[in-house]
């Protein structure tokens, strides 16, 4: 989006209420971008300067300049194959092109869905829909069936979801302080309000209407303040302390800052980094299209994964890190999606842990300097992650790492069993219900059930009581690769002589 962004004043209250016209000016940005008419606002403002009261600003944010420049942005491959998916028969492909949506059209999958056969459509439905609802598929219309399948499978914002901090109008209002962490919250809630997948596409050029929303609320800021200073510009030096303690905060809501106090600068306004404001998600996004192959499937997939990631970086935290880089690098997780079968990632696994225990002797465990078994340990957790982000983000992913942790424990290698056991524990809560029994005194008492995703015959490795004494026992009738914490305790407690069931293997 370009040019300016239009506001008018409120003749019947006598005043200027910017709040107004920014949220019906991003109202109708949204809508006609949900439907794929970037033209909208446009027109919205060539209708509003019809008014001869309009008020013009300046439109501070747009994707192109916040986003860094990337050198493969008008290449098409992506979209060309999000096509040829879209034809496919392969549901979970097809739901992933849909969810991320590598459209410079956004109507495409609709239009290409709408050509498809209804019985194909139908298939579709009968994998997506819970089973109860299934009864209710036959009787959709071709055009109903599309537009289920669509709102199954992308994710989008809140629309009501619009700028509300104005300044104080007290006499003596709020310190800076308090002024800059509440502009923060406000920032830090509009940007949890975005989906992971607006990001990616703002990020590779394609249309993004949540994230142009997101930027059109900050744009409101800008003229909210703007015009409480405009009136009370005695408050300037408070909101100039302001911008100081937001520089490392919000870079959205600071640049808003910014903007609005160099009308007041006098000739010394105040400097902006150079960096691109979404430079620490779009960044790294971008790196990941120019490192990956060309297969979109795939990195669709490590995309689904990264957005596990995302939710736990940027989204369920107090307070947004504002510098902190999308990690993009999931370890193990080229292995598991690129394994073959089960048994292709157990030998692979099982590889890798022979060739790090093979390093591990007695001396060196006792060594407190010794870094090996801290390495050890760390890529254990690096599993762990890797299994409950990949099970999460792709549930037919668990019947995959189950056969694997089958063969695992018949190899027994202990290490990577455990490792997938403890991933697949914490997805596990995924499926939780409750259940109402009935006590003694007849009063209700209610119980929350978790729906194991464990296989049954390794089950007694997740009994922990004892220092994992199951585990244990196993381990000395029938040595192998070993789960290295419960030694490791058991050295700290009772000395070296509680090495010889982890060192006298045959």
Excluded at 106 to 114: A, C, D, F, M, Y
Excluded at 166 to 184: K, N
Excluded at 311 to 338: G, S
């Amino acid at each position: 989006m370009s040019g300016n962004y239009m506001t008018s004043t409120n003749s019947a209250a006598g005043h200027y209420d910017p709040s107004f016209d920014t949220a019906r000016a991003s109202s109708s940005s949204y809508r006609g971008q949900e439907v794929g008419n970037e033209s909208q606002l446009t027109n919205m403002n060539m209708d509003m300067t019809q008014n001869s009261q309009v008020q013009p600003y300046p439109l501070l944010f747009n994707t192109a300049s916040e986003t860094p420049s990337f050198q493969h942005l008008y290449q098409r491959w992506w979209e060309d194959d999000a096509q040829t998916v879209l034809w496919s028969f392969d549901v979970r492909q097809i739901s992933l092109v849909i969810r991320f949506g590598f459209f410079h059209d956004s109507n495409e999958p609709r239009t290409i869905l709408h050509r498809r056969n209804g019985n194909v459509l139908e298939t579709f439905l009968n994998s997506l829909l819970p089973p109860y609802e299934l009864q209710f598929i036959p009787t959709l219309t071709q055009s109903q069936k599309v537009e289920e399948i669509l709102r199954r499978c992308q994710t989008t914002m809140p629309m009501n979801l619009q700028w509300t901090w104005y300044p104080s109008q007290a006499l003596r209002g709020p310190e800076p302080s308090i002024i800059a962490d509440e502009i923060e919250t406000e920032s830090q809630m509009h940007f949890k309000a975005v989906p992971f997948e607006a990001w990616v596409r703002c990020s590779l050029g394609f249309p993004a209407a949540e994230v142009d929303w997101f930027f059109l609320q900050h744009n409101a800021l800008y003229i909210i303040l703007l015009s409480h200073l405009q009136a009370h510009r005695y408050e300037l030096p408070k909101y100039r302390e302001v911008e100081k303690l937001l520089r490392q905060k919000s870079p959205f809501a600071h640049k808003a800052i910014v903007q609005c106090l160099n009308h007041f600068s006098d000739g010394k306004e105040l400097q902006q980094s150079s960096k691109s404001s979404l430079d620490f998600i779009a960044g790294p996004i971008q790196d990941l299209f120019q490192k990956y192959p060309a297969n979109l499937i795939s990195i669709l997939k490590k995309l689904s994964v990264i957005a596990i990631r995302f939710r736990q970086t940027y989204i369920h935290v107090p307070n947004v890190d504002w510098r902190k880089r999308l990690d993009t690098r999931v370890k193990y997780l080229d292995d598991l999606l690129a394994a073959l079968s089960p048994t292709d990632l157990a030998r692979s696994l099982t590889r890798s842990d022979q060739a790090r225990f093979a390093q591990l002797s007695r001396e060196q465990l006792m060594d407190e300097q010794n870094s090996i078994t801290e390495v050890l340990h760390t890529r254990w957790c690096d599993l762990v992650m890797a299994v409950r982000e990949c099970c999460t983000a792709m549930p037919e992913f668990v019947q995959f790492i189950q056969e694997c942790i089958q063969i695992l424990h018949n190899m027994r290698n202990y290490n990577s069993t455990l490792a997938l056991i403890h991933g697949l524990q914490h997805i596990s809560i995924s499926f939780l219900w409750v259940n109402s029994t009935t006590t003694s005194n007849t009063a209700d008492a209610q119980a929350v059930n978790v729906y194991s995703l464990t296989p049954q015959n390794v089950s007694y490795l997740l009994d922990s009581s004892n220092n994992y004494a199951s585990y244990r026992h196993a381990m000395k009738v029938t040595p192998g690769i070993p789960f290295l914490l419960p030694h490791i305790i058991e050295y700290r407690q009772r000395g070296e002589a509680a090495l010889d069931e982890l060192f006298t293997m045959t």
